[in-house]
């Protein structure tokens, strides 16, 4: 089935660093994912997508790669901000997107 | 304009009752989007509308969900007697033409059912 899951429940990172978070998917995923943001008491919101027949691509302060061999995507946030504070989802779908559960960034000054 | 909106933020019912969560899609949007996101877990599929049409209702859980699009735009989603494990936010999300378009979610109506 389709699956798509995170490695970590939370990250600790200090104002000003670099950020990785991490994701698996299953083989029978879509070959298009999505990384989402979620603040508390609010819907998420959209950061970056990517294509399969890409690796990479770059946004604002954010990287999302992807490998395909080991089924594996990463967000890069660089130098994290306060307001990054949040939790940040991998999905992936046409229409029926699938989420993990999330990864809870917390950035300390 | 406007982002996609949902009301109400808060919904408070007896279990059994009947309630009726809606989501106003952003302008000129043909895609809407329902999911359900418990506590600690990401959003879970329930429906995909394309116009006023259901394209995809395979997150229903059962038969006491249902949801409608009757012009296209605004979209109810309708729980009958409503159960404890029904207690989510349920977000809505819309999207320009559905496929990969972005999918915007608004910010959720909390259902609790005690």
């Known amino acids: 089935g389709e699956s798509v899951g995170l490695h970590l429940p939370t990250l600790s990172v200090q104002e000003g660093d670099n950020s990785i978070i991490n994701c698996a998917y299953s083989?029978?995923?879509?070959?298009?994912f999505i990384w989402y943001k979620q603040e508390s008491g609010k819907g998420p919101q959209f950061i970056i997508d990517i294509r399969s027949n890409m690796d990479k691509r770059q946004g604002q302060r954010v990287t999302v790669l992807l490998n395909k061999t080991v089924k594996h995507l990463s967000l890069q946030i660089a130098a994290t901000q306060p307001g990054d504070s949040a939790v940040y989802f991998c999905s992936g779908g046409y229409n029926k997107l699938i989420f993990g559960a999330g990864t809870r960034l917390a950035v300390h000054p | 304009g406007a982002g996609v909106s949902q009301t109400p933020s808060n919904k408070v019912t007896e279990k059994g009752k009947y309630v009726e969560l809606r989501c106003d899609p952003i302008?000129?949007?043909?895609?809407l989007y329902w999911y359900r996101q418990s506590l600690g877990q990401g959003p879970e599929f329930l429906i995909y509308f394309q116009g006023t049409g259901a394209a995809d209702d395979s997150g229903l859980p059962n038969d006491r969900f249902f949801a409608v699009r009757p012009e296209g735009s605004v979209s109810t989603l309708k729980i009958q007697r409503t159960e404890r494990g029904d207690s989510a936010v349920y977000l809505c999300?819309?999207?320009?033409?559905?496929?990969?378009?972005?999918?915007?979610f608004g910010a959720g109506t909390r259902l609790s059912v005690l």
């Open positions: 999300a819309s999207s320009h033409s559905g496929g990969t378009d972005i999918q915007y």
């Open positions: 302008s000129g949007h043909t895609a």
């Open positions: 083989n029978s995923a879509s070959d298009y």
